[in-house]
C-alpha cells in the first residue's frame, strides 16, 4: 500500500526558501513506474499540480509562476523533494505531495495516493 508523509513545511518572509520533503512507501520510486507531484491549494481556489517527477522522464514543471524558483527532485528512491526558493505571498497555500502510477499528469484527479498536506505560509 502506497503512503505519502509530506514535512518541512513553516512560515518564511517573501524571497526566503523552504524545501519540502514527500516521503514515500510502497513502491520504489526508482524501480517501479510511478509519479510523484507536488500540488498546492490556496483558500478558495482550486488544486494545482505544482511539479511532477518520474523516473523514467525526469522532473516536469506546470506553472509559470514556479519555474524558476521551484525544483523538483528526488533521493534514492524513497524521498522526493520541492525547493522553493524566492517565495512569494502568492505561494502560500497547503501543499500536497501525491504518487500515480505511470507517467505524470497535470491534473490531480489523475493521482491517487495523497499526503495530509502541510501548510506553507508565506508572509512579512
Known amino acids: 500500500q502506497v503512503r505519502i508523509v509530506e514535512s518541512g513545511g513553516g512560515s518564511v518572509q517573501p524571497g526566503g526558501s523552504l524545501r519540502l520533503s514527500c516521503s514515500a512507501s510502497?513502491?520504489?520510486?526508482?524501480?517501479?513506474?510511478?509519479?510523484v507531484g507536488w500540488f498546492r491549494q490556496a483558500p478558495g481556489k482550486e488544486r494545482e499540480v505544482v511539479s511532477c517527477?518520474?523516473?523514467?522522464?525526469?522532473?516536469t514543471m506546470y506553472p509559470r509562476s514556479v519555474k524558476g524558483r521551484f525544483t523538483i527532485s528526488s533521493d534514492d528512491g524513497s524521498t522526493i523533494y520541492l525547493q522553493m526558493n524566492s517565495l512569494k505571498p502568492e505561494d502560500t497555500a497547503v501543499y500536497y505531495c501525491?504518487?500515480?502510477?505511470?507517467?505524470?499528469?497535470?491534473?490531480?484527479?489523475?493521482?491517487?495516493?495523497w499526503g495530509q498536506g502541510i501548510q506553507v505560509t508565506v508572509s512579512s
Open positions: 510502497g513502491f520504489d520510486f526508482s524501480l517501479d513506474s510511478y509519479s
Open positions: 501525491a504518487a500515480r502510477l505511470m507517467g505524470c499528469a497535470g491534473h490531480p484527479m489523475y493521482f491517487n495516493s
Open positions: 517527477i518520474n523516473n523514467n522522464d525526469g522532473p
